[in-house]
Every structure is written in structure tokens, then in C-alpha cells.
């Protein structure tokens, strides 16, 4: 593989893995107010149906009052107490290691999610710079785990797989693989409409069956996502990791009692889980683009 940059690997990986570090403090920003911000905009639209025709101006409040809310207002907070979080505390990982996971005014928990996503992050990015080496791909593979780990966040805390990830992701996967990068072009596309597809068809035929949902349209999405990044040949072995993945996770739920028997478990992470697998495994046959 033919790298572009002239950096030195070792240096390389370093700058991948601090990279890490920042992508994943913003992610855990991402993981906690995307689904808050969609719950404003589900409110917001309900609000704007029963308003019906009371006016511009009723509708214009309701607006203003919900759009305040966003990846980048309010600045850094407690989740308890909602202090701002400043200076060296707002340092990814350390920050939260010096505090020793507490808020410096309520001394509320700060969740150990925050400092996994950050150290996960580091790692992959690490990863993506070993295996791809300093290249476009290297790039390319780290948006495409920072919107994983993100997506495993959401779906983990609310089983949601939010369009205004999962879509992307799917066109840029086809926007990779216009030179074959990890798989002709022809079989991104043939990944993406088939992956979606097969969980589409699943889900109807379970609900048919029992009457129940087995699985959200999100699956259906994220499916078709690493179907457009990894190729139509790829798609059993997603789905065979992903499948072995849950029901590992299952069993050590259950019997660990935090899940019931015929509870509804999210699928977006052992997904997820999935594509770096076959991420990872695929990478001895990308080429630059």
C-alpha cells in the first residue's frame, strides 16, 4: 500500500490514537444529546400538529424554545447538576481520572461510559493507523469507527440507530469503493440494497409469526451501511459475528440478571461490533484511492 503522507509510523499511530482521544470526548457528546435533540424535534412536531392553525407566532416559540439544544449548546456540563465542566477537567480521559469521576460541585458519578468511549476511540484510531498506515483510507476508516462507537452509545442507552448517522454512513461507503477501495463498486452496491433488504424481509416475516417486532428499521439501515462498505460477500460474515455477538451477550445478561427472559435487546452494537471485525480483516486487501 502506498502511503501518502511522509509521517513516520510510530509517530503515525501516536497522532491516530491522540486523535482518538478528542473524537471520543465529542462522542460521548454525540451518544448523550443526539437522542435529546430528537426528542426535541418529535415534540416540536407534535406541538405543531396540535397547534393547527393557531398562528405563525405559536409555532415560531415552540421552535425557538427547542432549538437550544445542540451538539454544541449549552456548553460542557454535569449530567447531575449541570456545572459547567472547565479547564484541565474538560482534558479527555485525564480530566476524568484527575476528578476521580466526580462532578467538582455536586460530586455527583460521572459514568465510566465517558472514559471507555474516549480510551475505545483511541484504540481504534490507533488500529486504523497501524493497519492502513498513514493513507486517505486511514481516514476514512476512522470516521467510519467514530460513527460505530457512536451509534453503539445511542443504541445501547435509548435503541435508537438515528438516520442522521446511519444514512451517511451508507453513502459513504459507496463514496469509498468508487475505486475499490475495500470492494468493487458493483458489490458495495449490490451489499447495501441486499443488507437492507434481508432484515426488511426478517422482520416481517417474525412479526408475522409471532406478532411481535424483532428489530427496529435502524438495523435494517446500519445492515445496509456496512453492506456498501464491505461488499455483498461480506454480509454473512457480518451477519454471523453480529449474530454470535448477541447471543453471547444474551446468555451473560440474563444470567447475570440484567436481562429477562424475552426481553428486547438492541442489535446496533454486535453490528457494529461486526464491521470492525471485518473492518480489520479486510485491510490487507484496501488500496488507496
Known sequence: MWHLFAVDPVWAIALAAALG???GSWLTVVGHRLPRMMEHDWQQ???A???GQQGDSAHHETLTSTSAYTLWRPGWHCPACAAPIRDWRRVPLLGWALSRGRC????????WRYPVTEILTA???ALCAWRFGPTPIALCAMGFCAALVALSWIDLQTSLLPDVITLPLVWTGLLVNLSGALTPLPL???GAAVGYFFLWLLFHMFRLLTGREGMGYGDFKLLAALGAWFGLAALPGLLLVASLAGVAAAVCLRFSGHAQRG?????GPYLALAGLVTLFAVAGRAAWF
Open 21 to 23: 482521544l478528542l473524537v
Open 263 to 267: 426481553q428486547a435487546l438492541p442489535f
Open 188 to 190: 458495495a452496491v449490490l
Open 104 to 111: 467538582a460541585v455536586c460530586r455527583g458519578r460521572i459514568g
Open 45 to 47: 412536531q407534535v406541538q
Open 123 to 125: 484504540v481504534l484510531f
Open 49 to 51: 400538529y396540535q397547534q
